[in-house]
DNA sequence: GACGATTTTCAAGAAGTTCTGAAAATGTTG
DNA sequence: CAACATTTTCAGAACTTCTTGAAAATCGTC
């Protein structure tokens, strides 16, 4: 081959090495956090070639299966950091994923919460009225031993809703999470 | 039984009950983080428990075997928020868990950055240097292709590194997260 | 409304992980 | 240093989760 050809060659493999390398790089993330690594390795797919691509491509691109492909993307569709695109004249539905990072991690983010933190925090207040004793009349160990059980419960909850309200602002779709974050970096330099 | 037994038996039993339910809830939320469940419940109980229990009562309040608490345990301790205590006259090693919320979390955190965070990061970085070109000579399309797909790794890395430094003021041992979060939530009220 | 194209579903199987239990290692006491 | 107590390790079992692939459903077109 000759020179002139060598180099956009050389371009192209290593943009084909970059994705796979991300790719991989993004589904070990994902499986570590509790995604499965295939979600993971699909979105990072859709988001590295950055156009849309349809299920047939994303089957080659990965090496997966018609029906986990259909199943992962739907979830991506569903959590909102992937949409569906059609193009004029062609029948399949081809998939797009959101380009902007801060707006899709406070997407996933927004998506943790509803399904993880809220039923969490709900089940724990739920939990701690359990053992919420109209009165106490006895100063025994008994009674000692419920208390403190009342209060470990009640930091954590604190801690979860105060942890909570900072997500909510993180999440907010006016964006403000995103300044937020900036003048919390300015502060700290 | 009398009506005099009646009540703080029923303290009892409504303490037992909320403990189970707690690690019920702790467990599944460690599982959807990634977190295996048994460790997460261990943890869970010791942080509910409130004072040292030995393997033995770990092995019998969850029904796990030796190996998995021994194994559980040191993984807790490894982490730095649960940590092995001596009773004096007995040869068992005990196991307490952290108690303050904000420090278990903070430690958390601290722990997933180094060993998750971190090392994405510097891969991503590696990645990115990978389609690093000298100059790109050609405008064409494959050279355009090349620079997006720069543009998209660029826009994670930053994301990522602001995330990281707001995470380590969380994470700082002078308590300073603590404080930073309260301001933020009076701002928000 | 029948046909071909595409997508979705889901039961069965594969893959991956967590757990067990008994043996080995370690530690402690007299 | 023998005897016993306790902890750790790890190969295989058990379990959970993920994936496949083919059948069913859906969709658009003629």
Not at 85 to 99: C, M, S, T, W
């Amino acid at each position: 081959m000759s020179k002139r050809t060598d180099e956009p060659e050389h371009a192209a493999v290593a943009l084909r090495d970059a994705r796979e390398r991300f790719i991989a790089l993004w589904g070990q993330m994902g499986s570590s956090w509790g995604i499965p690594r295939t979600m993971a390795q699909v979105h990072a797919l859709l988001f590295i070639v950055g156009e849309p691509m349809n299920t047939d491509e994303v089957m080659a691109g990965l090496g997966i299966s018609r029906g986990n492909a259909s199943m992962t993307l739907r979830r991506l569709v569903d959590w909102g950091i992937v949409s569906r695109v059609h193009r004029r004249g062609d029948r399949k539905e081809y998939f797009l994923a959101e380009q902007d990072v801060w707006k899709m991690f406070r997407t996933i983010l927004a998506q943790r919460k509803k399904q993880e933190i809220d039923p969490l925090l709900e089940a724990l207040q739920e939990c701690r009225q359990t053992t919420d004793s109209p009165r106490t009349r006895k100063v025994d160990a008994e009674a000692a031993a419920l208390r403190a059980h009342n209060d470990r419960l009640d930091d954590l909850i604190t801690f979860m809703r105060i942890a909570d309200s900072i997500s909510q602002r993180f999440i907010s779709p006016t964006g403000e999470g995103l300044e937020l974050a900036a003048k919390l970096l300015d502060r700290a330099s």
